[in-house]
């Protein structure tokens, strides 16, 4: 089955400065990568997402990038901001497995005003 | 519109109990699936419902773990008899349709706690 592992584990960065993280996964079969963010007590929420057809997804300051080939995708946060501090999962699914997500171990990230 | 609804949202309870989870969709979500998001690690998915038929249950511990959708709509996850390992929050997820690239919405979670 996939696998997605994903790094660092925690990430610590100040106010201004810009975040990434990085997933690669197993499955070259996998077409489907969103990333959720998930805050302290609270449910995982969807913040951006990427198909494999498309290379690159911005959405403000956040953006997703995609490498099929080494089956890698990253997402970058510029301009952080205290209320960006959160755990961020990403994951990835493919048609053929039921669209079942699997997520990476998660992403830490502080923001240090 | 109203999210994914879940109930009760903590629970603690002595191992060898039974416990059970309630999960209410969002309306004219056809699919949903139950989550188990051990401390620290990512969710990992415990079964994948398209309306009342299971699509997916292959990480389901089925000597101790059910779920069932009976009408297509709530769903229930039981666990008996609990072990200390099932301490985790339990997440309850819909989708509009079991499609690629659909977006999938979590309820605010279950967090059990065995003793």
């Known amino acids: 089955g996939e696998n997605v592992e994903q790094h660092p584990s925690t990430l610590s960065v100040q106010e201004g400065d810009s975040a990434v993280i990085k997933c690669t996964y197993s499955?070259?079969?996998?077409?489907?990568f969103p990333w959720y963010k998930q805050e302290l007590g609270k449910r995982p929420q969807l913040i951006i997402d990427?198909?494999?057809?498309?290379g690159e997804k911005k959405d403000q300051r956040i953006a997703v990038t995609l490498n099929k080939t080494a089956k890698h995708f990253s997402l970058h946060i510029t301009e952080t901001q205290p209320e960006d501090s959160a755990v961020y999962f990403c994951?990835?699914?493919?048609?053929?497995?039921?669209?079942?997500?699997?997520f990476g171990g998660g992403t830490r990230v502080l923001v240090k005003p | 519109e109203a999210g994914v609804a879940q109930s009760p949202r903590y629970k603690i309870i002595e191992k060898r109990q039974s416990v059970a989870f309630w999960c209410n969709p969002i309306s004219g979500h056809a699919t949903l699936y139950w989550y188990q998001q051990i401390l620290g690690q990512g969710p990992k998915l415990l079964i994948q419902f398209q309306n009342n038929g299971v699509v997916d249950d292959s990480q389901l511990p089925k000597d101790r773990f059910s779920a069932e959708r009976l009408k297509g709509v709530d769903s229930t996850l039981k666990i008996q008899p609990a072990k200390l390992e099932d301490s985790a929050v339990y997440l309850c997820?819909?989708?509009?349709?079991?499609?690629?690239?659909?977006?999938?919405?979590f309820g605010p979670g279950t967090r059990l706690t065995v003793l």
């Open positions: 990427i198909r494999s057809n498309v």
């Open positions: 997820a819909s989708s509009f349709i079991l499609a690629a690239y659909n977006e999938q919405f």
């Open positions: 994951a990835a699914s493919r048609k053929a497995a039921g669209n079942k997500l699997t």
């Open positions: 499955d070259s079969a996998s077409n489907y």
